[in-house]
């Protein structure tokens, strides 16, 4: 069973008619019943809980982490962040939506701006697939449509992908790389560019089996890396060939590193 | 003529008789004497001065960043490491040299903890080339050595680089990416491993090659993007194709997006 | 249950007496031992057989085909090698062992020259995991050793690898990226370094522990892509957005395009 | 000076009355005239010319190989494949424009499909920048069209390119990544799509400015590798390391390796 932790802002579905009529429950409820199932536990967590819902325990508990996040970017706590970012590293998986591409973890996995151009206007989104038989894209056709979605233009400011599933076409003239995978420590990350908050997105069929797909991509199921930022001296008698010490030294027998 | 400017933490050099002797005018003048010549100038720049001597007209006038630090990592302001972040995702080049791998730009621009394993036993190092006729390889042979280093052993806590140019092979047992290339925004961004120091490393004549490939490498002749962060919004009269507004919205026209 | 082909070349399990006595039943039946069980089936096809067993029946009944070949890699038929990499490119995973980095299907799918330095000394070989927690590592300590292995030397001439996931340590000074992943069309790829014939590697429980991670890892569960190299002509009014036909045309309607 | 040589297939603009009116020189040497200047002497080959212009002496002399072919794809002589191939790997840069998607050495280069989806309408293109101040994008807006094109779509049977410079969009409904940057061996490799033989696409300013930005981008100043497939044997006494020879052998004393 992969324990999936759908994360969700929740703070546009409380201020907005529009967006509280669409997702009655919230965002992260409806993300959260679509991944559900087939093997896969979906449970939610949201920013006004404690921690943001991120405890410790509650990351050591989570096989893929999916976030949503808009509005309350800033708000997030720079200590989860990090502790986010510690979970990737050590083998949680994560997939961030939509607007999270500036959502403070995304950002801080990435190393780069993650900025591009956009414009909400109800237009009509084309996602093409760019790798055939990827496993984020079981089941769907070389193309799939939305009819009312923002637009987000390129340039993206991402590193170069490990590999781009999705490109998206734009009624309004312009193309984005909509499905890109990274790895980031034992961690695989992807971004999934639909799911804007005025849209029904998370409604769509072939939105469901993407988000379940990419769930079932970025489990590891290897035991989580207990000290992912360790950095261990190896002591010269410890060495894998026999090694004669020589030379100056700053460090004392034992000292940690400097970090 | 591209400019270099050397940054150096400059500790070492001040607390330890074995590391003055061998960089009497410090580590940062060495590296810089290297790699000065042949269209680079190279200035230097140190953490005790203000704004670490990396205020913003430095490093507008800054082609290419060379980072060395240790012992003070935890030292430098995270003002300054937003600075250089945004530099380089302007344009800005960075080499970062051996321990810099704990650097907190360095961890900025990669996303991942960084980390390795160590051991200061004055042993071997054989670096071998894995992308022949690479630029920053120009007139190296396939391997060269150094007789006095550190190691540094994997895993390293890396993203997969953009090319792997050097691996290294240490008389104790272990290997080490030693020179990898990214792309950072429209920043290159080298890491190079060797210079330990209580080691001769930086007066080698394969590493000065090196460290003069890599500043040409990573200079980025275009001009510097003014804001490399922005995220314009594309009104719907400014669309490239003719656009009529539709659905529900939840900005207002001409607001800022959140971030 | 996921369908290995274990490809052998069988030359000089026939020709050396050394050979014959370490692998008495060839060295494809020693490594489909390694790898059958826990959901895995494993069969073997030998170059002597009629089409060197690799029909188009079975590659259609292959999930990953596993290549060892060394002597006689001039000896495989054109024909054979363009219908594995069509078989990849539909889905078919690819494992390539040792001496097959000069293999036809192999040199085919990288598009480079594949070549490293080599030598035959019976010297030690320590592999390190550079990618932690990569499934083909899982149950896999940080490093391992070959008491005795042929030496591969860098630079090995592949194309910059998805991930490097193994770096190798030799005794006489050289190293090697001994476990590289691509992807060619929906297929999987991965090279991986150790399998001497005159030395017992294929008898290691670590190196079975790699065969086994890399054929689960190269297995796509997808169908199969029917034509993998067709080029789908799109009419005109079968655009997904209506489109009007302009301008003067070299292609005739319904005409194949060129290749 | 670099030195270009631009190979055009020279069919169409023979055999087609459309093609001879844009091209009245022929598509290379529109090509080339675009090409040459500040700093780059451009030459033409042709197919009809003996060995295709491509002798070995004129590739020794090139230092970036740009070609448009088409409807010939198949009378191009395999050697004529391998030779260029083997300069690629030894250092040459190639440029594959438009069609060449499909032509022998792209194909011979990538190791996969090179396949596409296409239509031949006249559609608006609309060229977005993806990797914002990339070298080959020099001088180009985040955006330029062109108003006559032939359609290309994904998904694109291309492995993970090194940089995806340009993704167009087209009047359509399609994607595709239009500009992508490969290494094979030391040699640099950029496919760029716009160009059909029926458009003045190759008389557009931006496109020139592209083509050489790409041809700057892609020389390699190193002097060529000599063998560039050449796997050396390392004798025992020749180990950077010293190393005594054990275990059974099977290669003799100074033989070469099986490929």
């Not at 819902?53 to 808009?70: C, I, K, N």
Request: net charge negative.
């Amino acid at each position: 069973m992969i324990r999936a932790t759908i994360w969700g802002e929740n703070v546009h579905e409380k201020e907005s008619d529009i967006v509280a009529e669409i997702y009655p429950n919230g965002m992260h409820s409806c993300i959260a019943d679509a991944i559900r199932g087939d093997g896969i536990e979906a449970i939610t967590a949201t920013m006004d809980q404690p921690e943001h819902g991120l405890t410790e325990a509650r990351l050591a508990e989570t096989d893929v982490l999916v976030w949503w996040g808009h509005k309350a970017h800033g708000d997030v706590d720079d200590r989860i962040v990090e502790r986010v970012a510690e979970a990737v590293w050590s083998g949680m998986g994560a997939i961030f939506l939509h607007s999270a591409h500036f959502s403070k973890p995304f950002k801080r996995l990435m190393g780069t701006p993650c900025n591009l151009s956009w414009r909400e206007a109800g237009e009509r989104e084309r996602l093409w697939l760019t790798s055939r038989n990827h496993p984020i894209a079981a089941g769907l056709p070389d193309s799939f449509e939305l009819e009312y979605e923002e637009m987000y233009g390129e340039p993206f400011g991402i590193p170069e992908p490990m590999e781009t599933v999705f490109i998206s076409w734009f009624q309004g003239g312009e193309v984005f790389r909509s499905g890109v995978t990274y790895k980031r420590g034992a961690g695989n990350v992807f971004y999934f560019r639909p799911g804007h908050e005025t849209y029904p997105t998370y409604h769509d069929g072939n939105v469901h089996r993407v988000l379940q797909n990419a769930v079932r991509w970025a489990y590891n199921p290897a035991a989580r890396i207990a000290q992912p930022t360790h950095a261990p001296n190896v002591p010269v008698d410890s060495a894998p060939e026999p090694l004669e010490e020589r030379g100056p030294k700053l460090h004392k027998p034992g000292e940690e590193g400097y970090r």
